[in-house]
T-cell receptor, first 114, second 111 residues
């Protein structure tokens, strides 16, 4: 069964360092989402791609976060510099465009900023 | 911002009992979805109900939607220990072009 792949699964870094997360969506899924989930809360959308284009990045802290999906397949989310408040689970999902169907989530990357 | 609010925040029941979780939302929606998340893992889609549907079943799951009250419920019948997880509702609001998740209900099934 096809799955969304994410790496690394866990990342520990010190504040002010740069971190990067990678996501490979299910083959054929044009829409890719990055979410941030703080412990005890629901996921919050950071950025949504349709192929290689950004559809929604209204909640992405653009002063320190960046995301790209250069060839419309896999994607990278970067944080530079990391802050203590960035500690969270970062989830990648792919699927049909919003309004059509379900999203398929990867296992997530647990980020701890010290 | 979170549109959906789940109730209760936490629920603990005995194995074999039924579990009911509720979700309320604020704006008109295109569809509402329920997801499950096991501890420290990604979310798994359970069921999607469209705004013109009132009830939907999938195995031991039953979802209802009341658009006049802007609320939905998820019923898990004959619960099992493996159902222990957090459950989230997510709404696809008209015009929003994105899913907005609630805070979730933490369900614990005691053997």
């Amino acid at each position: 069964e096809a799955e969304v792949a994410q790496s690394p699964r866990y990342k520990i870094t010190e504040k002010s360092q740069a971190v990067a997360f990678w996501c490979d969506p299910i083959s054929g899924h044009a829409t890719l989402y990055w979410y941030r989930q703080i412990l005890g809360q629901g996921p919050e959308l950071l950025v949504q791609f349709q192929d290689e284009s950004v559809v929604d990045d209204s909640q992405l802290p653009k002063d320190r976060f960046s995301a790209e999906r250069l060839k419309g397949v896999d994607s990278t989310l970067k944080i530079q510099p990391a802050e203590l408040g960035d500690s969270a689970m970062y989830l990648c999902a792919s699927g049909a465009p919003t309004g059509v169907g379900e999203q398929f989530f990867g296992p997530g990357t647990r980020l701890t900023v010290l | 911002s979170q549109q959906g609010e789940e109730d209760p925040q936490a629920l603990s029941i005995q194995e074999g009992e039924n579990a009911t979780m509720n979700c309320s939302y604020k704006t008109s929606i295109n569809n509402l979805q329920w997801y499950r998340q096991n501890s420290g893992r990604g979310l798994v889609h359970l069921i999607l109900i469209r705004s013109n549907e009132r009830e939907k079943h999938s195995g031991r799951l039953r979802v209802t939607l009341d658009t006049s009250k802007k609320s939905s419920s998820l019923l898990i019948t004959a619960s099992r220990a493996a159902d222990t997880a957090s459950y989230f509702c997510a709404t696809d609001a008209w015009g929003a072009q994105k899913l907005v998740f609630g805070q979730g209900t933490r369900l614990t099934i005691n053997p």
